[in-house]
């Protein structure tokens, strides 16, 4: 029997019970839609003031903030220069290159994170008509493969690209991860950047992302920008809740903070395990391994995860703020059973 807790992603997890009971909250009534209601008031105003934002701008889902976010900062010949493994790279079915018309100049980059050095290498077609324009560094804040920018490389690329006139993009699906690991603010953590997105799916919400804007001269045409990409929603006032939910009492940084826990308890198991090898710093709340095939297959019959790479034989295990010890323990006692498949 497939064992109840998923470890394939944080998507995975349903909605924390403080979160569910706002928006049950929120419902009782009419409230004007389209974000004129004064739920989204309360929550954007508090997003701006925690970030030391210029504005906060409710959508859906992490693709469609990505996608705005890049919208507000490219120029229509400009391009984003990301990491190969940057979600927007790999797991958008092109939305950036479709939506917004841009190019992706991607970099290798083994844990993940890109350095000013490797972004230099993609500016050397800088004033030739004949090649792309680079206008947007985009980072993943944690990254895509479980790792962190530590806030000195945050300011050192941020500097880079101020220097460099590029604009800083982070994609923030699992901020809170980062500022729970870093133990730092989600300002510190903004303040590099640009736009934002700050994820709130990944993290006990349901369906509730943030498009955070930390420059004023950017946020005039977001509104526009948002209606145009699909991203508005009538009944806003069921994301705003959320949010004011997830807010309140920095109950975001508690849910992170317990995930990422999770992921080191099952790091440090697993890393334990013959044959097991982590590939990657568990440094928020997804564990990285490398271990035989038919370790996997026998694994796969009663947990859920994903195979990160089929060639290299790497797995993906994910924590979410539900995670219990008691399923990691499990699932820990399932790798060392299945260790001699
Ligand atoms: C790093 C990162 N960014 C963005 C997203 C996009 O989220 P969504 O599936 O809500 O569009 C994800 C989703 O897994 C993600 O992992």
Known sequence: MTHPKSFGSDNHAGIHPVVLRAIADANP????????????????????EIFGADEAFLVLNG???????????????????CAESAHINTDECGAPEQLVGTKLLTLPSPDGKITPELIAEKLSGRGDDHRSQPGVVALTQSTELGTCYTLAELRKIADFCHASDLRLYLDGARLANAAASLDCSLAELAECADALSFGGTKNG?????????????????????????????????????QFTALLQDDLWRANAAHANTMARLLAEGAGAVPGVELVHPVQANAVFARLPKRHITALQQD???????????????????????????AFLTAIRETASA
């Open 63 to 81: 693709s469609g903030a990505n996608v705005l976010g890049l919208s507000l900062l490219l120029r229509r010949h400009e391009a984003v220069i």
């Open 205 to 241: 919400a349901m369906g509730a992302e943030a498009l955070i804007v930390m420059r004023p001269s950017l946020s005039a045409d977001a509104p526009y920008l948002r209606k145009q990409m699909l991203q508005l929603t009538s009944k806003l006032r069921f994301v705003a809740a």
């Open 29 to 48: 009534g009419d409230a004007v839609a389209y974000g004129a209601d004064a739920w989204t008031e309360q929550a954007t105003a508090r997003l701006r």
């Open 303 to 329: 947990w859920t995860f994903h195979v990160w790479d089929e060639s290299s034989n790497v797995v993906r295990w994910m924590t979410s703020f539900d995670t219990t010890g008691a399923d990691v323990s």
